[in-house]
Structures are given as C-alpha cells and as structure tokens.
C-alpha cells in the first residue's frame, strides 16, 4: 500500500522570508501523481501544485514550487516570499495514475504559521 | 457558485442515531469520491464512485457505512448506529474521470456523536 510521511507536524516562517515543507512517500508504481494541498483555518482543502513522476521538471506555481526526487521519493514543496495569507495545513498526496483519476493518499500534515 | 456543496455543514447526534450527508459535486464531474478526516489528521480514503457506479470501498468504511449515487449527480453518505469513534469531519470531492487527478474539495460535514 501507498504511504505519504510529512515528518514537520508544525512550520513556521517570517513574512517575506522562504520557507520548505517536507514529503516523502512510499509506492512500487513507477508512475504516479503527487500533490500539496492547503487546507486554510475555513478547512476547504484547495490544490496548491501537482507532480507528475514521469516528468523531470520540478513543478512551479508562482511563490511555490517542489523538489522532487523520484529515486529518493521525496516530494518538498518551497514556499517563497511568503504571506500572511500561506498560513494554512499543508498536505502532501500521492495518487496512481492507473484507470483515470483515482482516490488520493494523504500526509498527517504541517500547519504553517507566518509570522508578521 | 459551482462548487462542490455539502449539507449539513454540521451535524450533533447521540450515539446509536443513523445519520445521513449529502454532497453535490461539480456538474460536469463524473467521480466523486468521499473522504474522512480527524483532528489533526490527514483526509482518509472512503470510497468513490464513477457516475452512479460504487469504484472502491476502503477497509474503514464498515458495514455502517453506505454511500450511493443513484443518478450518477449527487451523493450520501449514511451510517447508521452512530459510535462516538465516528466523529470527524467527512470531506467529499469531485473530478473528471481523467485529466491530472486534480480533486475539487467541499467544505465538509462535521459530525459530532455523543
């Protein structure tokens, strides 16, 4: 079975400032999505960025983006220039890509605090 | 707004109650898929549908526990004899049945048992 470890149950980062959240994941496919999805204190999870593992190139998103390690299966998501409005649970997700899009598996999750 | 719609946004009931949620997902998303999650907890799978066609049902989903979409549009969740360990706030999210996997979150139902 699919396993997703974020190991940083709580972040925090000054306003401005740069800031790298933890994922790594466990999984026999060699082809996969992964995901960071933010859920803000309203809890309406949202989609931050996506990784597709047969792709290289790390994902962009504006202020975010990922470092992505397939051999390592480690999946970071970086946060840049962060703002007030970045403090949120972030989760990391895995999901197969086999028979269209299916269920994802999620993180316990980092609640990212920014500091003014 | 076309976002996926879920109701009761909360929800108390005394254990042994039957309880029941709906979820209306985005209109032209075909998979809705139904999510459970407790206090600092990530979401975990339940179960999730392609149209009105039951996919895959995960092991925490017990015998208490139904889901169905009879049209192939909205959906409920049911479980029935309330446990206290039943507590958690129940997601429900909609996708195209291919295209990036991108899932589209309600705002979820909390239910709270005593």
């Known amino acids: 079975a699919q396993t997703v470890t974020q190991s940083q149950p709580e972040m925090s980062v000054q306003e401005a400032e740069t800031v790298t959240l933890s994922c790594t994941y466990d999984?026999?496919?060699?082809?996969?999505?992964l995901f960071w999805y933010k859920q803000p204190p309203s809890r309406q999870m949202i989609l931050v960025i996506r990784?597709?593992?047969?792709?290289?190139q790390n994902a962009t998103e504006n202020r975010f983006s990922v470092n992505f390690q397939k051999a390592a299966k480690s999946f970071s998501l970086k946060i840049s220039d962060s703002q007030l409005g970045d403090a949120a649970m972030y989760f990391c997700?895995?999901?197969?890509?086999?028979?269209?899009?299916?269920?994802?598996?999620f993180g316990k999750g980092t609640r990212l605090s920014v500091i003014a | 707004d076309t976002g996926v719609s879920q109701d009761p946004r909360h929800k108390i009931t005394k254990r042994g109650q039957n309880v029941t949620f709906r979820c209306d997902p985005i209109?032209?998303?075909?998979?809705l898929y139904w999510y459970r999650q407790t206090l600092g907890q990530g979401p975990e799978f339940l179960t999730y549908?392609?149209?009105?066609?039951?996919?895959?049902k995960s092991r925490l989903l017990s015998d208490r526990f139904s889901a169905e979409r009879p049209k192939g549009s909205f959906s409920t969740l049911e479980i029935q004899r309330t446990e206290q360990g039943d507590s958690a706030m129940y997601l429900c999210?909609?996708?195209?049945?291919?295209?990036?996997?991108?899932?589209?979150f309600g705002p979820g139902t909390r239910l709270t048992v005593l």
């Open positions: 997700a895995y999901s197969r890509t086999n028979s269209g899009n299916t269920p994802l598996v």
């Open positions: 999984t026999s496919e060699s082809d996969y999505y």
């Open positions: 549908f392609q149209n009105e066609a039951q996919l895959e």
């Open positions: 209109s032209e998303h075909n998979r």
């Open positions: 990784q597709e593992a047969y792709k290289q």
């Open positions: 999210a909609s996708s195209p049945q291919t295209g990036g996997n991108e899932q589209f």
